[in-house]
């Protein structure tokens, strides 16, 4: 991978992300990060550490969350940084609880594409219940 990215580049890592996000995949989301990558998801919260904490934190993902729908708003790059505002859609399995949740991430990566460091800012609201839950949470699609 070059050296200095392309918005096109950036735009694909994003999809990438979405598809791995939505399918509740942790293993397409794993292929994304680099060995001893760190992924911080909140900016007050300690860093997780290399990729088998990264993809503990994937897996609880998957395990508790149905519907997702990500997209990517903007994307920037900058030489091996890729940035991006987005917004996602998501029940939350145990409690039936529609989110919606906005952020901003920076994403470094090294020479083959791969994450290095990923930051997100994430802000969260519930909206609702997801109708498609029988009565009482837990009873959707995911489970």
Known sequence: MPTTLTPGDGQDLFARFKRAWEARDPDA???LFA???ELRTDPFAPP???LNAIREHWNAIAASQDHVEFDAERVWVS???VLGSWHVALTRQATAE???MRGFSTL???DEGR???MREWPLEQVVGIDSSYAQGAGQGEGE
């Open 48 to 50: 997780l550490e290399g």
């Open 108 to 110: 470094e990566l090294d």
């Open 35 to 37: 060995d001893g990558a």
């Open 79 to 81: 030489g091996i940084t």
């Open 29 to 31: 989301m794993l292929e």
């Open 115 to 117: 994450i290095t460091r």
């Open 98 to 100: 529609r989110v919606r």
